[in-house]
Nanobody
Framework: QVHLVESGGGLAEPVGSLRLSCAAS????????MGWYRQAPAKERELVAN???????NTADYVKGRFTTSKDNAKNTVYLQINSLKPEETAVYYC?????????????????WGQGTQVTVSS
C-alpha cells in the first residue's frame, strides 16, 4: 500500500505561519490528487486544499489567500503553507493522497490518510 508521513505542525501565535509536509512512499504508480483536511474539536473533517497531478490547486474559500498547497513530484511530497493563522483554526491537519499503486503486476487504487499533525494557534 502507500504510507504517508506528516510533519511540521506545532504551536503558532495568531497571524503566525507554519508549513506542513506530507511524504508518500510505497510502490506508487500514480498520485492524483494530494491534499490536506483538518478536524477541529467537535467538528467534522473538512477539506483545506488539494492539488492535482497537473499542479492545479483547489483551495477552500475559507482559507483562500492565506493557505497555499504545493508539491514536489520527485519526492511524492505535498506541502501546505499556512499564513495568518486564526485561533479557531486550531485542529488536527491530515494529509490525504489518492492514486494507484503496484500490486504485483497490476495497479490498484488507494486513498490514504496521514496520521495527522496538531496545529495549535494561541498566544
Amino acid at each position: 500500500q502507500v504510507h504517508l508521513v506528516e510533519s511540521g505542525g506545532g504551536l503558532a501565535e495568531p497571524v503566525g505561519s507554519l508549513r506542513l509536509s506530507c511524504a508518500a512512499s510505497g510502490r506508487i504508480f500514480r498520485i492524483n490528487p494530494m491534499g490536506w483536511y483538518r478536524q477541529a474539536p467537535a467538528k467534522e473533517r473538512e477539506l483545506v486544499a488539494n492539488i492535482t497531478s497537473d499542479g492545479l490547486p483547489n483551495t477552500a474559500d475559507y482559507v483562500k489567500g492565506r493557505f497555499t498547497t504545493s508539491k514536489d513530484n520527485a519526492k511524492n511530497t505535498v506541502y501546505l503553507q499556512i499564513n495568518s493563522l486564526k485561533p479557531e483554526e486550531t485542529a488536527v491537519y491530515y494529509c490525504n493522497v489518492k492514486g494507484a499503486y503496484w500490486s504485483g503486476s497490476v495497479t490498484r487504487s488507494f486513498d490514504s490518510w496521514g496520521q495527522g499533525t496538531q496545529v495549535t494557534v494561541s498566544s
